[in-house]
């Protein structure tokens, strides 16, 4: 892992020297203290009040894969889709936590392979906390150091997380969260899904947990991060529209520099804020039928 110290307050992208992608890029991660820290249940109520700075949004990224569409970065047509994450972490619990919302003119799960999750309307989340070059990821023999997180909804055969974690990381247990909702229609329609992710970051998987290596999670540290959003315009055979990703590519792997970030003062989330409804309520995907 990289660790950068900081002084003062640094808000949206800033340069720091080290090996990743785009050169001179580096997003900042929120760092939620104990009692602002997000419940993943779909509901981005307890985000609201985050500055703007901190969100990634469509204009930042990239459609790497070359098989799919070569385009330039933040080329897209909004009334087809339109796209903002946004990270953070608490160092007490020691998770990381992604808040994505997705404005699609077409979602759609019907992927023939239940396990085939790129095939769908979903989000592909990959993590390195050792910030490492994609080739030094995952090497034969040494513990897995990238750990991928798939996942789609509605659920398919009750069926909606895929990737990498073993089956003593299921989600929605001690290690991994997911939430999600909806509003407009739910498929093969007009509509905005909201994903709420959390994680016990890895260092080194191991076959459970006592044999894991997992991160000391603290403000100053550097990984790498990617988020992709494959987007399935058509039923099956998939026909991508696009293939949004935080890194530039041409894989997939997790390139771009993510800085853990000091807590501000004043504390942005300080005071609470409303609760909002979805279509679906609080939605767990572990729940949903």
Not at 86 to 99: I, K, P, Q
Request: glycine share 10%; net charge negative; aromatic share 12%.
């Amino acid at each position: 892992m990289k660790k950068l110290i900081v002084l003062g307050v640094v808000i949206g992208l800033v340069a720091m020297a080290g090996a990743h992608k785009p050169e001179g890029e580096t997003y900042i991660m929120f760092q939620f203290t104990d009692d602002t820290v997000p419940t993943c249940d779909g509901n981005l109520s307890d985000w609201e009040g985050m500055p703007e700075a901190y969100s990634i949004t469509s204009e930042k990224l990239f459609s790497p894969s070359k098989t799919i569409r070569d385009v330039g970065r933040g080329v897209y047509d909004p009334s087809d889709i339109n796209i903002t994450h946004r990270w953070g972490f608490n160092a007490e619990n020691e998770f990381f936590y992604l808040a994505t919302q997705v404005y699609d003119n077409y979602h759609d799960i019907d992927r023939e392979n239940l396990g085939y999750f790129w095939k769908d309307d979903s989000i592909e989340i990959r993590i390195n906390v050792t910030a490492v070059l994609e080739e030094e990821h995952n090497l034969e023999g040494e513990p897995p150091n990238m750990i991928n997180y798939h996942f789609g909804v509605p659920p398919l055969e009750g069926i909606y997380m895929g990737g990498a974690p073993p089956e003593w990381m299921p989600p929605n247990g001690d290690y991994i969260k997911f939430g999600w909702s909806y509003t407009g229609e739910m498929l093969m329609g007009e509509c905005t899904y909201i994903y709420e992710f959390g994680t016990t970051p890895v260092v080194g998987m191991g076959e459970d947990a006592a044999s894991t290596e997992f991160m000391d999670v603290e403000e100053g540290e550097v990984v790498h991060i990617n988020v992709t959003i494959p987007d399935i315009d058509a039923p099956q055979p998939a026909t991508y529209n696009g293939f949004w990703a935080i890194s530039p590519g041409p894989g997939n792997g997790p390139e771009v520099d993510f800085l853990l970030m000091e807590v501000e003062d004043p504390y942005p989330l300080t005071g609470g804020t409303a609760v909002e409804d979805f279509s679906w309520g609080m939605i767990k995907a572990g729940i949903a039928k």
